[in-house]
């Protein structure tokens, strides 16, 4: 079956200070990934999402970014963090198909301060 | 933005009460989904609706499309308190580029008390 994971859970940083936040999906291949942003009581917000190895589309111009080195590996960064970057961070994964529903990460919750 | 906008963003009833949450959306669907979240948690996908279809069950899940009036509604029957969570409709959109995109509303928090 299909896993998909997210580390860390939760963060505390200051601002100014570089973030890496890495998700994995296991089970699929070749899946499309998504990473979305999700502020308190409020709905989700696309960040970015790959189709493939080394492709990443950006939705939201920001001071974040997202890599995919490897097939079912998905990173979301930024080099310095403002206060608005806090936020709970999904990462999911979808087969890109009609009607194909879309599988979350447990989220990352990060607090910058 | 936002294609889906869930109606009421908030609801509370009691335990064995029916839930009902409403969707509407902007432009022509293929499919909409409908998702639960815990809170603090990653969504789950509940049901999926194609256009072609007016209404889906799913064991105390009732989900109603109106194409013509771009809406949906969610129905909980005899809910109870472990269905506190937050409810998202997500409709699609096909991207040359990535494929099925989704787009989610806002959301319905539901608070169901015991």
């Known amino acids: 079956s299909q896993t998909i994971h997210q580390w860390p859970a939760t963060l505390v940083q200051p601002v100014g200070s570089p973030l890496s936040l890495e998700c994995t999906v296991e089970g699929t291949s070749n899946p499309n990934l998504y990473w979305y942003r999700q502020a308190a009581g409020r709905g989700l917000q696309l960040l970015f999402y790959?189709?493939?190895?080394?492709?990443i589309s950006s939705e939201v111009p920001q001071n974040l970014s997202a890599s995919r080195p490897q097939d079912r590996q998905f990173i979301l960064s930024s080099k310095k963090l403002l206060l608005s970057d806090s936020g709970f961070y999904l990462c999911?994964?979808?087969?890109?198909?009609?009607?194909?529903?879309?599988?979350f990460g447990p989220g990352t919750r990060l607090t910058v301060l | 933005s936002q294609q889906g906008e869930e109606d009421p963003q908030a609801l509370s009833i009691q335990e064995g009460e029916n839930a009902t949450m409403n969707c509407s959306y902007k432009t022509s669907i293929n499919n909409l989904q409908w998702y639960r979240q815990n809170s603090g948690r990653g969504l789950v996908h509940l049901i999926l609706?194609?256009?072609?279809?007016r209404e889906k069950h799913s064991g105390r899940l009732r989900v109603t499309l109106d194409t013509s009036k771009k809406s949906s509604s969610l129905l909980i029957t005899a809910s109870r308190a472990a269905d506190t969570a937050s409810y998202f409709c997500?409709?699609?959109?096909?991207?040359?580029?990535?494929?099925?995109?989704?787009?989610f509303g806002g959301g319905t928090r539901l608070m169901v008390k015991p």
């Open positions: 790959s189709v493939g190895i080394g492709q």
């Open positions: 999911a994964w979808s087969k890109g198909r009609w009607g194909a529903s879309m599988y």
């Open positions: 609706i194609r256009s072609n279809e």
């Open positions: 997500a409709t699609d959109a096909w991207d040359n580029n990535a494929g099925n995109m989704l787009t």
